[in-house]
Nanobody
Framework: QVQLVESGGGLVQPGGSLRLSCAYS????????MGWDRQAPGKQRDLVAR???????NYADSVKGRFTISRDNAKNTVYLQMNNLRPEDTAVYYC????????WGQGTQVTVSS
C-alpha cells in the first residue's frame, strides 16, 4: 500500500520561497511518476509539476521558471521548490504518485499573503 505525506506548507509573503516535501512509503518508489497538484478554494485541482522515474519534468505554464520539482530515490521523497511566490499560488498542494494506479496525499496548505 502506497502512502504519501506532504510537509513544508505555510504562510509566506509575496516574493518568498517555500519547499514542499512528500515522503513516500510503499514498494518500488523508483517506478512511480511523482507530482504535485494544487487546488485553490472554489477551483478545480490542477497540475503543478511532474517528474518521471527517469527524472524528466514538466510544469504548468503558470509556475515555469519559479518552481522546481525533484526527487531523491534514496530517500523516497519528492520535493517542490517554490520561489517568487505570488498570491495566486495560494492553494492546498497535493502530492501524487502514479504507476498503474493514482495515489494522493492529504495535502498541505500554502498561503501567499502580505
Amino acid at each position: 500500500q502506497v502512502q504519501l505525506v506532504e510537509s513544508g506548507g505555510g504562510l509566506v509573503q509575496p516574493g518568498g520561497s517555500l519547499r514542499l516535501s512528500c515522503a513516500y512509503s510503499g514498494v518500488s518508489f523508483g517506478v512511480y511518476a511523482m507530482g504535485w497538484d494544487r487546488q485553490a478554494p472554489g477551483k478545480q485541482r490542477d497540475l503543478v509539476a511532474r517528474i518521471t522515474p527517469g527524472g524528466n519534468t514538466n510544469y504548468a505554464d503558470s509556475v515555469k521558471g519559479r518552481f522546481t520539482i525533484s526527487r531523491d530515490n534514496a530517500k523516497n521523497t519528492v520535493y517542490l521548490q517554490m520561489n517568487n511566490l505570488r498570491p495566486e499560488d495560494t492553494a492546498v498542494y497535493y502530492c501524487n504518485a502514479f504507476f498503474l494506479n493514482d495515489y494522493w496525499g492529504q495535502g498541505t496548505q500554502v498561503t501567499v499573503s502580505s
